[in-house]
Nanobody, 119 residues
């Protein structure tokens, strides 16, 4: 059974930083691409950042230069370091695993962690 457990969400002031973690189990973590998505109230879920099994990273334009995705294959964990946070970064952040190129989506999803940025 695949499980993705996010942690690190919190209430933070604008300009602050947070680090999200996603611990994966039930998959061979090192062989899987991982992603972070977010969904704000009334908006569609959007890709924030992704990292392939080989370590290639991709970011949404809105977070480039502020967010960094990384992975620790020894700990089966993917991280999202968020800096210079803005109120518009407020959302539920979801971890995703195993990119499926046939469907253009990830196969497994976590339950999400709330990030709230106050102005």
């Amino acid at each position: 059974q695949v499980q993705l457990v996010e942690s690190g969400g919190d209430l933070v002031q604008a300009g602050g930083s947070l680090r999200l973690s996603c611990a994966a189990s039930g998959i061979i973590f090192s062989l899987n691409g991982m992603g972070w998505y977010r969904q704000a109230p009334g908006k569609q879920r959007e890709l924030v950042a992704s990292i392939t099994s080989g370590g290639s990273m991709n970011y949404a334009d809105s977070v480039k230069g502020r967010f960094t995705i990384s992975r620790d294959n020894g700990k089966n964990t993917v991280f999202l370091q968020m800096s210079s946070l803005k109120p518009e970064d407020t959302a539920v952040y979801y971890c995703a695993a195993r990119w499926n190129p046939l469907t253009g989506s990830y196969v497994y999803w976590g339950q999400g962690t709330q990030v709230t940025v106050s102005s």
